[in-house]
Structures are given as C-alpha cells and as structure tokens.
T-cell receptor, first 113, second 109 residues
Framework: DAGVIQSPRHEVTEMGQEVTLRCKPI?????LFWYRQTMMRGLELLIY????????DSGMPEDRFSAKMPNASFSTLKIQPSEPRDSAVYFC???????????FGQGTRLTVV | AQSVAQPEDQVNVAEGNPLTVKCTYS??????LFWYVQYPNRGLQFLLK??????LVKGSYGFEAEFNKSQTSFHLKKPSALVSDSALYFC???????FGAGTRLTVKP
C-alpha cells in the first residue's frame, strides 16, 4: 500500500476562491481524520469519519469548511470561500480497526493570498 | 471529552543524556495513548502506543514510554539522546486521535 495519499501537496489560491483538498486513506482503514496545523494553534482535529460517516465535526472552524467521504477510498475537505487565515498545512490520517497506529499523509500546504 | 496535555513547548538536552518529553491525559474509561514524531516538512510518524498491558511500552528508534495511571501520565523517554532525535513530538489519545500541542525537542552535540 502506498500509504495515505493527499493532493495537492501545495496550493496557492486567492482569497475568496474555493479550495478542495483530497485524501485517499489506506485500504481497509475505517477511520479517517482531517487536521490543520499552524504555528499558533498546533495540530487541530477538524473532523473524523468512521465507515464513511462523520462522527465528530466539532473542530471544523466555520461553515466555510466542509468535508465529505463519499466512499471508503476517498475524502475531500473544502473551503469556500477561502481566507488568508486558512493558510496552514492540512493533514489527513487513517486508522484501522484494533486501534493500530494512525498513518498520516504528507500534508497539503495551503496558502491563501 | 478526551484530551492530552504537553506542558513543555521546548525540551533541550545534550547528546548522550537521557531525555523525557511529558504528556498527561484526561479520559473517561481506558486510555488509548500514542506518541508521534514530526520532522520538518513531513507528516507525523508513529513511535509507540499504549492500549493495555505492560506499563512500559517500547517503540521505534529506542524510544519508550511509561504509562502511569495514578498520575495520568504517559511520558516519552530515551536513555541516550541523539542529535537526530531533534524534532517535534506529539502525544495523542484515541480512538478519536486528539493531539497535544507538541513539544520541540532539541538535542545539542
């Protein structure tokens, strides 16, 4: 397995534009997590899914943020409209049954100008 | 709600000395605890976990952690630090994988 795959690796966009981040979890993992990492706020859990169902989205900062998991092999995090304060590194991670370790993707570095 | 706390933003040690990175937890029920390391411009990498069993957990790269129920702690330790251990370390609690603020470890030659 190639691990957790995130795309794009880097994204630069203008304020007000829609941004979509993508994640492919490890096959067979039934938990998927989205995180945001900034210097000021550290590593924040935004939302997580279990068997494609959102379990806890209390970390999603605003209505501008939305996440979907249409099937077991794909998830998206969308920001619409984007703002400069959304600039951060966004990580996706997946976790299998039995609480084996969570595997992280390489992250997407988002810059909103 | 489950949470972990890392009381130190920064830990500095000399190469060859033992290191400790602290973590305390707050959970209802049995804790599932993890340590991860992050190198610059990389994702987080798993070091070790405690689910049940022996209170001393051994992990990757010579790291170990001690689960202490009475002190609600899960400190990360290594007997002899290497310069290459310099990185950002995160404690986490499962199953919803909430992370602490991170501790930057610097090992000086």
């Amino acid at each position: 397995d190639a691990g957790v795959i995130q795309s794009p690796r880097h994204e630069v966009t203008e304020m007000g534009q829609e941004v979509t981040l993508r994640c492919k979890p490890i096959s067979g993992h039934d938990y998927l997590f989205w995180y945001r990492q900034t210097m000021m706020r550290g590593l924040e859990l935004l939302i997580y899914f279990n068997n494609n169902v959102p379990i806890d989205d209390s970390g999603m900062p605003e209505d501008r943020f939305s996440a979907k998991m249409p099937n077991a092999s794909f998830s998206t995090l969308k920001i619409q409209p984007s703002e400069p304060r959304d600039s951060a590194v966004y990580f996706c991670a997946s976790l299998g049954v039995g609480l084996t370790e969570a595997f992280f993707g390489q992250g997407t570095r988002l810059t909103v100008v | 709600a489950q949470s972990v706390a890392q009381p130190e933003d920064q830990v500095n040690v000399a190469e060859g000395n033992p290191l400790t990175v602290k973590c305390t937890y707050s959970v209802s029920g049995n804790p599932y605890l993890f340590w991860y390391v992050q190198y610059p411009n990389r994702g987080l990498q798993f070091l070790l976990k405690y689910i049940t069993g022996d209170n001393l957990v051994k992990g990757s790269y010579g790291f170990e952690a001690e689960f202490n129920k009475s002190q609600t702690s899960f400190h990360l330790k290594k007997p002899s630090a290497l310069v290459s251990d310099s990185a950002l370390y995160f404690c986490a609690v499962g199953p919803d994988m909430r992370f602490g603020a991170g501790t930057r470890l610097t090992v000086k030659p």
